[in-house]
Antibody, heavy 117, light 110 residues
Framework: EVQLVESGGGLGQPGGSLKLSCAASGFTFSGSAMHWVRQASGKGLEWVGRIRTKANSYATTYAASVKGRFTISRDDSKNTAYLQMNSLKTEDTAMYYC????????WGQGTLVTVSS | QSALTQPASVSGSPGQSITISCTGTSSDVGGYNYVSWYQQHPGKAPKLMIYEVSNRPSGVSIRFSGSKSGNTASLTISGLQAEDEADYYCSSYTTSSTHVFGTGTEVTVL
């Protein structure tokens, strides 16, 4: 069964850090680009960033709203992608989803991040 | 990168066809055939319905179809059913090697 399971969400302080994980199973993780997408409560989807495969040099790109603060990485030996979030802002509060492949074929159920003092 | 423009809401009666538009620019929708559509029911994760403008993933009903003309992509749902009531989002690859989502459309089955 294909699965993406996010974890690591919770309460973060403004200016603080959180690291999310996305554990994959049931498909060839190492051959799949991985994205992070977020959705604030009652709002639309916002693309956060993407990491490509080893064959594409693990290239990363980010939305302007998180560039310089968030970093996406992956460990193909653990079939896991990560989202390191630094310098958190209240506007980063959202459900965070990981999703695979250029077309964002497979999605996890999300992990909730709340940034508040 | 600004969000792609979608109508806030579209409605139709059971059995009817509806079309949702997704308008971007030559830097995203108009420049690439990497336009996708996602369905999201309340409290659930999005589900891919159409990829690369007009391709349906395995398991998605043939009632869903996609197209593109210039800077505008479209999703058509034919034979509207109660289960189609959901939010729908388009997305596109961009010249900045990023992706961008549409503003989202709420579909109501009357």
């Amino acid at each position: 069964e294909v699965q993406l399971v996010e974890s690591g969400g919770g309460l973060g302080q403004p200016g603080g850090s959180l690291k999310l994980s996305c554990a994959a199973s049931g498909f060839t993780f190492s051959g799949s680009a991985m994205h992070w997408v977020r959705q604030a409560s009652g709002k639309g989807l916002e693309w956060v960033g993407r990491i490509r495969t080893k064959a594409n040099s693990y290239a990363t790109t980010y939305a302007a709203s998180v560039k310089g603060r968030f970093t996406i990485s992956r460990d193909d030996s653990k079939n896991t992608a990560y989202l390191q979030m630094n310098s958190l802002k209240t506007e980063d509060t959202a459900m965070y989803y990981c999703t695979s492949d250029t077309a964002m074929v497979r999605w996890g159920q999300g992990t909730l991040v709340t940034v508040s003092s | 990168q600004s969000a792609l423009t979608q109508p806030a809401s579209v409605s139709g009666s059971p059995g009817q066809s509806i079309t949702i538009s997704c308008t971007g620019t030559s830097s995203d929708v108009g420049g690439y055939n990497y336009v996708s559509w996602y369905q999201q029911h309340p409290g659930k994760a999005p589900k891919l319905m159409i990829y690369e403008v007009s391709n349906r993933p395995s398991g998605v009903s043939i009632r869903f179809s996609g197209s593109k003309s210039g800077n505008t992509a479209s999703l058509t749902i034919s034979g509207l059913q109660a289960e189609d009531e959901a939010d729908y989002y388009c997305s596109s690859y961009t010249t900045s090697s990023t992706h961008v989502f549409g503003t989202g459309t709420e579909v109501t089955v009357l």
